[in-house]
């Protein structure tokens, strides 16, 4: 039995690859994901170490507020330049030296722009001079507050050259330095991975990127020659006391690796998730590959019967070779997987700066479950067609026709059921629980369900979709070709609806989300012009705190309100807080109902959060800001979330301690009879020597914060690319599985006068017809799925459902050109059959 199923395999190659086409790709989907967060998890390793070799031991002040990856931007605590000379003091020691270095230092480029970085950080620090690993290319390090050095990487990006005047954006407006000098680092490189650095003064590092002089937030420590620099530590920190955190260059590598590394966890999992999607969607092109396989095998195995075989060992013929197919894919996969992540990580490096990329390895991890995955989905779509061949009678072996079309009464009934499963366990997920494992569940089982179901609706529906082709011969061949087999059509349009629904349903909240709060802050915001910036890194743009003042000043203006914002404990728990200048003038210009003006030892939050945690007007509250010590604010007014911007509101004394000290947005409230036009202009003034933000009307603000909710569908989008092409690729398994099934009839309609170019129209029009139904399938559920979790998010604020009909038509309309282009090669093999040989095919 062993050697008769090898020899199957081996003798219909064509349909080896066929069938191994699905898990390829969703195994190249595993193995890349792992792959990528691999090579970049080595690559940070080799880029922290690299950037702390010239430190033996680093000397830190413990954060006043500890922020993960995940969770946001941590600042760093200060520390007073008297640990410095204390540290120098210790034992081991040979130099200490404070050292300067935070996010947040943007660089004017030559055009006026600011200097962009999608990743990497835009450090500013003190110069200390250059050592083993810098050096100065042109000119000389900074010796006045009024001179900036940088490194070749901004030089290059920024069109600078020394001797150029500067400007620089930090916690303070827009500077302007002389740049006295360009440096880089060993082997040529320009940066660090692609990180911006600008050096200043220590005096110019301390007031711009900490926010006061005489601190710095390191000291790095070269131990004496034959110090362990782990014993050197180990004084300091004793020395120093608990206030500080003490750690060796080899620690402090691996702790800021492994921030980074937390994110990459995160992006792995959503990678994979594609990739189960796109093996789910394998599914079903190898359980339809498999049925084919079986009913062309009929009389085959019959055979097999005749002379002995048992059940147990047709179903162990059809698994093994199920194995087989799923352990060459696996293993094609996992080649492919290595390239893709191998390519993704290139492009991480190019849009991400240039970092450093470690040689490309493969984990053990992308091994194992490549060919678990590969093996286990593979075995798993078998399955059933293996219990059919094992139910093929002996006497199959004397029949023509093998295989009669089975009622569809037990799998529709079973599609009710497990629809019905899907549909409660999602609905408990979204309107009892919020569990998004129960969410998730929900949708898989449902999609189950109507792919069950597909076979009791294809007849109707694709009789109905044929009749548009039903004008020639061909046409109606094709229409009825394509609903002879409703399991067959069925398992096909499946899995093209589960990619196109995804795609819908995602498209359906992010579209009735985007709605809802353009819809909502239009309402609530009455300020006509809104001063800020679009967000495009880890920091908000900001603007001087002079301009509020000034734009009040402007004629038509009625009220003018600043608002901050930063992570904050309140009471112990992080959670983002705004700030204002003024809490009454920021009320009048949100158009909400009228509230007081905060003193510095004052907060006003929203009902909503009162409620929650019974704070009343009176209530004291500990509020613990990024770089100030806690500080005891007493509630003085309440307000409903809606109605303001956000859930705490913070006076503006307090803003000294954020991490971003001045304003990200200003909201400017116009007189009655003052128009926009007639008072825009003057606003734009204001904010034109400051390149991040500038000042529009609200609708214009408002779809600018929305806008990223076109991202998140564009990378949707892609990522389920490769789940679509999977489902096309199960129309091209299935129209050339069912020429070689059908090669007889081919030959004997053409025998009786159906031309070559009606056979590939014939074809063709099954193509469509199966594609147009599994798209219309798609939009259908991915409507009413995205409908489904919009109703339940109603309370959160996403009150209109927008359906995306341009893109559901495009949908369909792609789908009849992919069932187009997956005819072709199929087509032109049941053009080409040699005429007496097919009739002659048994």
């Known amino acids: 039995?062993?050697?008769?199923?090898?020899?199957?395999?081996?003798?219909?190659?064509?349909?080896?690859?066929?069938?191994?086409?699905?898990?390829?790709?969703?195994?190249?989907?595993?193995?890349?994901?792992?792959?990528?967060?691999?090579?970049?998890?080595?690559?940070?390793?080799?880029?922290?170490?690299?950037?702390?070799?010239?430190?033996?031991?680093?000397?830190?002040?413990?954060?006043?507020?500890?922020?993960?990856?995940?969770?946001?931007?941590?600042?760093?605590?200060?520390?007073?330049?008297?640990?410095?000379?204390?540290?120098?003091?210790?034992?081991?020691?040979?130099?200490?030296?404070?050292?300067?270095?935070?996010?947040?230092?943007?660089?004017?480029?030559?055009?006026?722009?600011?200097?962009?970085?999608?990743?990497?950080?835009?450090?500013?620090?003190?110069?200390?001079?250059?050592?083993?690993?810098?050096?100065?290319?042109?000119?000389?390090?900074?010796?006045?507050?009024?001179?900036?050095?940088?490194?070749?990487?901004?030089?290059?990006?920024?069109?600078?050259?020394?001797?150029?005047?500067?400007?620089?954006?930090?916690?303070?407006?827009?500077?302007?330095?002389?740049?006295?000098?360009?440096?880089?680092?060993?082997?040529?490189?320009?940066?660090?991975?692609?990180?911006?650095?600008?050096?200043?003064?220590?005096?110019?590092?301390?007031?711009?990127?900490?926010?006061?002089?005489?601190?710095?937030?390191?000291?790095?420590?070269?131990?004496?020659?034959?110090?362990?620099?782990?014993?050197?530590?180990?004084?300091?920190?004793?020395?120093?006391?608990?206030?500080?955190?003490?750690?060796?260059?080899?620690?402090?590598?691996?702790?800021?690796?492994?921030?980074?590394?937390?994110?990459?966890?995160?992006?792995?999992?959503?990678?994979?998730?594609?990739?189960?999607?796109?093996?789910?969607?394998?599914?079903?092109?190898?359980?339809?590959?498999?049925?084919?396989?079986?009913?062309?095998?009929?009389?085959?195995?019959?055979?097999?019967?005749?002379?002995?075989?048992?059940?147990?060992?047709?179903?162990?013929?059809?698994?093994?070779?199920?194995?087989?197919?799923?352990?060459?894919?696996?293993?094609?996969?996992?080649?492919?997987?290595?390239?893709?992540?191998?390519?993704?990580?290139?492009?991480?490096?190019?849009?991400?700066?240039?970092?450093?990329?470690?040689?490309?390895?493969?984990?053990?991890?992308?091994?194992?479950?490549?060919?678990?995955?590969?093996?286990?989905?593979t075995v798993v779509a078998a399955v059933l067609p293996a219990l059919r061949a094992s139910r093929i009678a002996p006497v199959a072996a004397m029949q023509d026709v093998a295989t009669p079309d089975r009622p569809l009464t037990k799998v529709s009934v079973a599609g009710a059921l497990v629809g019905a499963a899907g549909a409660t366990t999602l609905g408990i997920g979204l309107y009892a629980t919020s569990s998004l494992w129960l969410i998730l569940t929900g949708v898989l089982v449902s999609f189950i369900g109507v792919a069950l179901l597909t076979p009791l609706i294809s007849r109707p529906v694709v009789a109905l979709l044929g009749r548009i082709f039903s004008w020639s011969v061909p046409g109606r061949l094709g229409r009825l070709n394509s609903g002879r087999n409703p399991r067959r059509t069925a398992i096909t349009a499946a899995a093209l609806m589960v990619g196109i629904a995804l795609v819908t349903g995602v498209t359906v909240v992010m579209n009735s989300a985007k709605t809802s709060l353009a819809a909502q802050a239009e309402d609530t915001i009455k300020a006509q012009i809104v001063i800020g910036g679009e967000q495009g890194g880890p920091r908000a743009p900001t603007f001087d705190p002079e301009v509020l003042a000034k734009a009040r000043q402007v004629d038509g203006v009625q009220a003018v309100g600043g608002v901050w914002n930063d992570q904050a404990l309140i009471d112990g728990r992080l959670t983002y807080v705004n700030a204002t200048d003024d809490l009454a003038q920021l009320a009048a210009a949100y158009g909400s109902p009228a509230l007081p003006t905060l003193r510095p030892d004052q907060i006003a939050l929203s009902t909503q959060q009162a409620t929650e945690h019974n704070w009343t007007i009176g209530s004291v509250l500990t509020v613990q800001t990024a770089r100030g010590d806690p500080t005891k604010l007493t509630v003085a007014a309440t307000y409903d979330e809606n109605a303001m911007p956000g859930s705490y509101l913070l006076p503006a004394a307090l803003t000294k301690d954020f991490g971003l000290t001045q304003p990200i947005f200003g909201f400017v409230r116009l007189a009655d009879g003052v128009t926009v036009e007639q008072a825009l202009p003057a606003v734009k003034q204001l904010v034109a020597d400051s390149p991040e933000v500038t000042a529009t009307d609200r609708t214009t603000f408002v779809q600018q914060q929305v806008a990223d909710f076109d991202t998140v569908i564009t990378m949707v989008q892609v990522l389920l690319a490769l789940a679509i092409l999977i489902a096309v690729l199960g129309v091209v398994n299935t129209l050339a599985l069912s020429v070689l099934e059908r090669t007889r009839e081919l030959g004997l309609l053409r025998a009786v006068g159906l031309s070559r170019g009606q056979t590939m129209r014939m074809v063709t029009v099954e193509a469509v017809v199966i594609s147009v139904f599994g798209a219309l399938l798609g939009v259908t559920v991915g409507a009413g799925l995205g409908a489904a979790v919009v109703r339940a998010l109603d309370g959160e604020g996403i009150t209109q459902l927008v359906l995306p009909w341009g893109g559901m038509g495009l949908y369909l309309g792609l789908a009849a050109l992919v069932g187009v282009l997956a005819a072709v090669l199929p087509s032109i093999k049941a053009a080409r059959l040699n005429v007496l040989a097919a009739i002659a095919h048994d």
């Open 1 to 377: 039995m062993l050697r008769a199923t090898l020899k199957s395999l081996l003798g219909r190659k064509l349909r080896l690859v066929l069938s191994g086409l699905a898990v390829v790709l969703g195994v190249m989907f595993v193995a890349g994901a792992f792959v990528l967060t691999d090579t970049l998890g080595r690559s940070f390793d080799q880029v922290f170490a690299l950037g702390y070799s010239q430190t033996d031991v680093g000397v830190t002040a413990k954060p006043k507020i500890a922020v993960s990856e995940m969770e946001g931007e941590q600042v760093d605590a200060t520390l007073p330049a008297s640990v410095v000379d204390d540290v120098r003091q210790i034992p081991g020691v040979r130099t200490a030296t404070g050292m300067v270095g935070a996010d947040g230092a943007r660089v004017i480029g030559s055009d006026g722009k600011v200097l962009q970085s999608f990743g990497p950080p835009r450090l500013g620090v003190n110069w200390v001079g250059t050592d083993d690993l810098t050096r100065l290319r042109e000119g000389r390090g900074p010796e006045k507050d009024t001179e900036i050095a940088v490194n070749a990487e901004v030089a290059k990006a920024a069109g600078l050259k020394v001797g150029d005047q500067v400007g620089v954006l930090t916690l303070e407006p827009k500077k302007t330095f002389t740049l006295v000098g360009i440096w880089g680092y060993n082997s040529d490189k320009d940066s660090l991975s692609g990180v911006q650095e600008v050096a200043f003064t220590d005096a110019a590092a301390q007031r711009l990127m900490l926010g006061e002089t005489g601190v710095y937030n390191m000291v790095s420590v070269r131990t004496a020659d034959g110090a362990d620099p782990a014993e050197v530590r180990d004084r300091i920190a004793a020395a120093l006391g608990s206030a500080y955190e003490v750690k060796t260059g080899e620690q402090l590598a691996a702790d800021d690796a492994a921030e980074l590394k937390e994110f990459l966890g995160f992006f792995n999992q959503v990678l994979l998730g594609f990739a189960a999607v796109a093996l789910f969607v394998g599914i079903f092109l190898i359980l339809n590959t498999f049925s084919i396989i079986v009913a062309q095998r009929t009389r085959e195995l019959a055979l097999m019967r005749a002379l002995g075989a048992s059940r147990r060992q047709m179903i162990g013929s059809v698994l093994l070779e199920a194995v087989v197919i799923g352990l060459l894919a696996a293993a094609i996969g996992l080649a492919a997987g290595v390239g893709v992540g191998a390519g993704l990580g290139y492009l991480f490096s190019a849009m991400g700066g240039g970092i450093d990329l470690a040689p490309v390895g493969v984990p053990m991890a992308a091994v194992l479950s490549s060919l678990i995955v590969g093996v286990v989905v």
